[in-house]
């Protein structure tokens, strides 16, 4: 049952940074109302973004769509950016009174007032707009691959709520994009599929070392994780997600290029996500932050290793 504690009052003034957001100076020169505003898009935390981006051209790749459309690897990054904003700002309506009850959250713009719901629903409407013309450069079917996802993004918010197992359903969504990158050039196959399911246990690696850094907010608000729910077996489980997205990784390598060599382009992927488990502590936040954010380089490792198969 979430606590019935009395909520913290209410800000106007613009949100404060959260415990996790990266030094942006840009963002705090800003206007108290322009810098709240940035940080619900959470501008201050990239990393969000380019998780959401990188198993589009990675997608787009392991399709051959390098040589066939290569435009779409910069769509892509606009599309990353502007849906995960918009993401963001309907999370945190979805959730602005249990970030209230969570230390890391509870400065976020929507929980603490500095942005109402209303002008926030306006706002990733506005955002939504951007995702709209990258929409329009996609052939048919992957329009509709597309805007499928929206069942995934609208849900995802409630999935704390109803499962131990959140970062799953985060995993289905932010892994879409490489349905929608290989669709955009070809139709959907085995090593699509393959990608895929390695981008969801990627995903059920890394937003579980997230969730380490509020295990005990969490259990207080009476929020569900899989870092809960994995307790001190945190390591192992986050072990087996991430070498389960190898494998997954290097057999759809082989099956878009089958060659005994294909499978060796997903090592560096393989030895980044050992370098994490190996270096991770779960009971130090600032550790998990720190790997959760190395994702990023994963993430790059991920589309090098299509981009080495669909270009040969």
Same mark, same amino acid.
């Given at each position: 049952?979430?606590? %019935?504690?009395?909520?913290?009052?209410?800000? *106007?003034?613009?949100?404060?940074? %959260?415990?996790?957001?990266?030094?942006?100076?840009?963002?705090?020169?800003?206007?108290?109302?322009?810098?709240?505003?940035?940080?619900?898009?959470?501008?201050?935390?990239?990393?969000?973004?380019?998780?959401?981006? !990188?198993?589009?051209?990675?997608?787009?790749?392991?399709?051959?769509?390098?040589?066939?459309?290569?435009?779409?690897?910069? !769509?892509?990054?606009?599309?990353?950016?502007?849906?995960?904003?918009?993401?963001?700002?309907?999370?945190?309506?979805?959730?602005?009174?249990?970030?209230?009850? =969570?230390?890391?959250?509870?400065?976020?713009?929507?929980? *603490?007032?500095?942005?109402?719901?209303?002008?926030?629903?306006?706002?990733?409407?506005?955002?939504?707009?951007?995702?709209?013309?990258?929409?329009?450069? +996609?052939?048919?079917?992957?329009?509709? =691959?597309?805007?499928?996802?929206?069942?995934?993004?609208?849900?995802?918010?409630?999935?704390?709520?109803?499962? !131990?197992?959140?970062?799953?359903?985060?995993? +289905?969504?932010?892994? !879409?994009?490489?349905?929608?990158? #290989?669709?955009?050039? %070809?139709?959907?196959?085995?090593?699509?599929?393959?990608?895929?399911?390695?981008?969801?246990?990627?995903?059920?690696?890394?937003? %579980?070392?997230?969730?380490?850094?509020?295990?005990?907010?969490?259990?207080?608000?009476?929020?569900?994780?899989?870092?809960?729910?994995?307790?001190?077996?945190?390591?192992?489980?986050?072990?087996?997600? #991430?070498? +389960?997205?190898?494998?997954?990784?290097?057999?759809?390598?082989?099956?878009?290029?089958?060659?005994?060599? *294909?499978? +060796?382009?997903?090592?560096?992927?393989?030895?980044?996500?050992?370098?994490?488990?190996?270096?991770?502590?779960?009971?130090? *936040?600032?550790?998990?932050?720190?790997?959760?954010?190395?994702?990023?380089?994963?993430?790059?490792?991920?589309?090098?290793?299509?981009?080495?198969?669909?270009?040969?």
């Amino acid at each position: 049952m979430a606590s %019935t504690a009395p909520l913290p009052p209410k800000r *106007s003034i613009a949100a404060e940074a %959260t415990p996790d957001a990266e030094a942006v100076g840009w963002i705090d020169k800003l206007p108290p109302r322009a810098r709240a505003y940035a940080r619900l898009a959470r501008l201050d935390r990239p990393i969000g973004a380019w998780l959401l981006y !990188w198993p589009a051209p990675a997608g787009l790749a392991l399709a051959g769509g390098l040589y066939m459309d290569w435009a779409l690897v910069l !769509w892509f990054a606009l599309g990353a950016f502007a849906m995960r904003a918009a993401g963001c700002v309907w999370n945190d309506i979805v959730d602005r009174d249990l970030d209230a009850r =969570v230390a890391r959250t509870r400065a976020r713009p929507v929980a *603490s007032g500095a942005i109402s719901v209303r002008a926030a629903l306006i706002y990733a409407v506005a955002l939504s707009a951007f995702g709209l013309i990258v929409l329009l450069q +996609l052939r048919p079917f992957a329009q509709i =691959v597309a805007l499928a996802s929206l069942a995934l993004v609208a849900a995802y918010p409630f999935m704390k709520r109803i499962t !131990w197992w959140p970062q799953a359903w985060l995993g +289905l969504t932010f892994n !879409w994009g490489a349905l929608v990158g #290989y669709t955009a050039i %070809t139709d959907p196959a085995p090593p699509m599929l393959l990608l895929y399911a390695a981008g969801i246990a990627w995903t059920l690696g890394y937003d %579980t070392i997230y969730a380490l850094q509020d295990i005990e907010d969490d259990a207080m608000a009476g929020i569900r994780s899989s870092a809960r729910r994995l307790g001190r077996h945190a390591r192992i489980g986050i072990a087996l997600f #991430y070498a +389960l997205s190898a494998a997954l990784l290097a057999t759809a390598l082989y099956l878009a290029l089958p060659d005994p060599l *294909s499978p +060796l382009a997903a090592l560096p992927f393989a030895l980044h996500l050992a370098w994490q488990v190996m270096a991770l502590r779960p009971s130090d *936040s600032t550790n998990a932050l720190r790997l959760f954010r190395a994702n990023h380089q994963a993430g790059l490792l991920l589309f090098a290793a299509t981009a080495v198969v669909g270009l040969a």
